[in-house]
């Protein structure tokens, strides 16, 4: 499945999902192709800080809907440019694309009805079988011995002190908090806990994320700045996701939920926690020598026990949301 020299890939619409295809792109590298992605416009930042990419293109498609004509226009753009692609999501509209486009060679996983739009078909695991995502999507690039994949993402040091010189923060003097979870509440450690475990630290939190997640950055920050003044910086929205990158690489350490910012903390390699409810990190984990995962579920004095977990719902079925409410702030602070 190796292909020929020029190689499109398209790329998945979650922030940690294309940190976790990095492995995947550094194999076909060295391979000998010559990569360009294709990527939503909120993920392709994470795209040009790898190094394997050649180019990076922005899709101008929307959340829902085929967008056929917009689709379209971009395949007759591709044809001719490309002897393999590799579609990384599993959704029928991803394949849509390179099909349209003629690549002769179109690799990805079986699903939504996909099979004729495909060249070279992989089988989807099963639910209970599930690899691990990064694993899942090393398995593209046809290589054996994928099973110790590990994201790695760099930096270039000059721009870090850059970000950092024009937020006034200083290397390693703060903590980022990142609270949100793109996916739902089932998946976001409470904010009263992130706020509990603020004012226990000795340096500035910085709180990360999108535009969407500043209210909830500020059901953070407001409380324990009033007791606190300038405790919290909610930065929420108010950052290139490049610079939101650049803040975490030189933080103290990391606290999130398992959402993209989890898994961009640990392709820096930076120290973290990373607070698991509803998923699982047998699934998803934060691959980095220097991450601490709190996971009730795998907990054998927590009572009663998780049963119900991993239930990968956006809400808590059951109303309780016990997984996340029963981890403390008191849990956290020792890996801190």
């Known amino acids: 499945m190796q292909g020929g020299s020029d190689s499109l ?5 979650w922030i940690g999902d294309a940190v976790m295809t990095e492995p995947l792109l ?6 000998g192709q010559r990569l360009t992605v294709g990527a939503l416009p909120w993920v392709a930042p994470v795209y040009r800080l790898m190094p394997q990419v050649a180019e990076v293109i ?48 179109r690799i990805g996983y079986l699903g939504e009805a996909r099979v004729g739009l495909l060249t070279h078909r992989l089988k989807n695991p099963p639910k209970s079988q599930r690899p691990p995502m990064v694993v899942f999507y090393s398995a593209l690039s046809g290589d054996a011995n994928i099973a110790n994949d590990r994201p790695r993402l760099q930096l270039d040091r000059a721009e870090v002190d850059q970000a950092l010189q024009q937020l006034g923060l200083q290397h390693a003097a703060y903590y980022v908090f990142a609270p949100g979870a793109e996916y739902g509440p089932a998946k976001r450690w409470p904010a009263a806990h992130f706020a509990e475990l603020a004012r226990r630290l000795e340096r500035t939190v910085v709180l990360l994320g999108s535009d969407k997640e500043f209210a909830l950055c500020n059901e953070i920050a407001v409380p324990v700045n009033a007791q606190q003044p300038g405790k919290c910086l909610n930065l929420a929205g108010k950052t290139s996701l490049a610079d939101a990158l650049r803040v975490i690489a030189a933080a103290k350490a990391t606290v999130s939920n398992d959402s993209g910012l989890m898994h961009v903390a640990a392709a820096l390699g930076v120290s973290q926690v990373a607070i698991f409810g509803s998923s699982s990190p047998l699934h998803t984990p934060p691959l980095n020598a220097k991450a601490n995962v709190l996971w009730l579920k795998q907990n054998p004095a927590y009572r009663p026990a998780l049963d119900c977990a991993p239930c990968f719902e956006r809400l808590c079925p059951l109303g309780h949301t016990r997984c996340l409410t029963d981890i403390a702030a008191d849990d956290v602070l020792p890996y801190l």
């Open 9 to 13: 890939v398209i790329a998945p619409q």
């Open 26 to 31: 550094r194999r076909l590298k060295t391979h």
């Open 58 to 105: 922005e899709f101008p498609f929307a959340h829902g809907g085929l967008q056929w004509k917009a689709r379209r226009s971009l395949a007759r753009q591709f044809e001719g440019r490309f002897d393999t692609a590799y579609i990384c999501p599993n959704s029928l509209k991803s394949a849509l694309l390179p099909f349209l486009a003629s690549i002769p060679k």
